[in-house]
């Protein structure tokens, strides 16, 4: 019933203390559009067309001076345009500009915020692979997973030894769109194998934090080796513009993993693991 008598949904919590937002899920599948701090679901949601946002998704540790700040803003928005854009009908008293974004608001979000999306995507990437995984490993008496398990019980016992040791960038200050930037990499891997492990360079857009927000990874090629010391090198390719950084990490990998962060396990050229 709340969901049937509402206009505008406004949902103003603490960024990034949003759980996830079903209500607003909810509301926005019956054609009720958001006024929302850009967090939880709507941070991945909003549009533009499809609804209002509360601020432009910073987090800052004041939390008495945003609330100060986002108070304003959605007054600002009710005023400015909500009001606006609610009041203003047609000859045949219809609001066309909020019903157009209410079809918007419904056709951008219906198909992605859904049970029937969820379960599709469990389904697809998550149970079938496990499925094959598993009868894969539990063939020949499980002999392959026999073989995996002796695999990562060595890396577990020798990954301390895995370190990135240098990086080289160029001189460079700045990364030209859409040009390769090239990098360098030494590191030790001590008893381990370069297939063993995948050396990676991690880049994207950083906020105001200097945490990289819009990952992305790219795989390094082992060059040479100095015993256990091995040389890596790559590029890889900035498409946005703004503030980036990079960094560089390292992974176990095994073809028989189901994933590289199945051990979690993990080396930063920080030297965090």
Known sequence: MMVKGCDIWLNNPIRPLEASGTSGMKAALNGTLNLSILDGWWDEAYKGNNGFAIGIGDEHENTEEVELVESDMIYDLLETIIAPMFYNRSQTKVPEEWVNMMKSCIETNAPTFST??????YTVNAYIPALCKYKELSEAAGEKAKQLQIWKDKVRSEW??????????????????????????TVKLGSMKPEDVQVQVYYGLIDHNDNIITPATKE??????????YHYEGNFTLYESGVQGFTLRILPVHKLLSSSTDLFLCTWASGKE
């Not at 029937?116 to 995507?121: G, H, L, P, T």
């Not at 370190?163 to 990499?185: C, R, S, W, Y």
């Open 116 to 121: 029937s999306r969820m379960v599709k995507e």
């Open 160 to 185: 301390h030894n895995v370190q990135v040791l240098n990086v080289e960038f160029g001189n460079k200050e700045t990364i030209d769109m859409k040009e390769p930037a090239n990098i360098k990499a």
């Open 220 to 229: 390094l090629n082992m060059i040479r080796q100095e015993g256990d010391i």
